[in-house]
């Protein structure tokens, strides 16, 4: 009787011992990043349509019917109270404070060019929040080019900043550029480069 309570205990022990390691080994085991739940969002999916999510209106999108509708789609109390259009000799530029757009006047039936976001992108905010690994991260494309910022990449800044680099895709065509400055994500923008110098 004494053995087969002894048996009985040693089986325990051993059954709870090996509950222990198991809970250990999860433990150890790598956790999921936050990342994933963060920037769920289909980044190339929306680049390829030429849009930005945060923004109402898609590359190809009529210049007229922008600005006509633009001040529609602003929240009461903000800070945008119009929208500026600038001429230049071959180009027209509509600035809406944190986005813009940009046409060729030659190219005017085929709608905007360029969209330039500078608060709010692809679940992305602008200003020492997110690094070029969040970038890289969240589109997920394996093809880029990351590089020193050039005028090219930003043509719609007075003068290039110091401490600045580009990440760049192809994406359906169309160029997607994030411009990061002093390492944090800052502006950007989203190029027909077929309809655009």
Request: with cysteine.
């Amino acid at each position: 009787m004494k053995i087969s309570k002894l048996i009985a205990t040693v089986l325990s022990l051993a059954i709870c011992l090996s509950f222990a390691g198991c809970a250990k080994n999860e433990e150890k085991s790598p956790t999921t990043s936050v990342k994933p739940l963060a920037h769920s969002l289909n980044i190339v999916g929306y680049a390829e349509k030429g849009e930005i999510p945060e923004i109402p209106y898609a590359l190809g999108h009529d210049v007229e019917n922008l600005k006509e509708t633009f001040m529609s789609h602003i929240e009461e109390g903000s800070e945008i109270i119009e929208l500026i259009v600038q001429e230049g000799q071959e180009d027209v530029w509509l600035l809406g404070g944190s986005m813009s757009f940009c046409y060729e006047k030659k190219n005017k039936d085929k709608g905007i060019s360029v969209i330039i976001a500078q608060e709010y992108a692809y679940d992305f905010s602008m200003g020492g929040v997110y690094d070029a690994d969040d970038v890289i991260y969240a589109v997920g494309l394996e093809e880029y080019q990351r590089a020193e910022t050039t005028s090219e990449d930003a043509f719609f800044l007075p003068v290039i900043p110091e401490n600045s680099e580009c990440i760049k895709y192809s994406i359906n065509g169309f160029d997607l550029r994030f411009i990061l400055i002093d390492g944090y994500l800052s502006s950007v923008t989203l190029t027909d480069p077929e309809n655009w110098k």
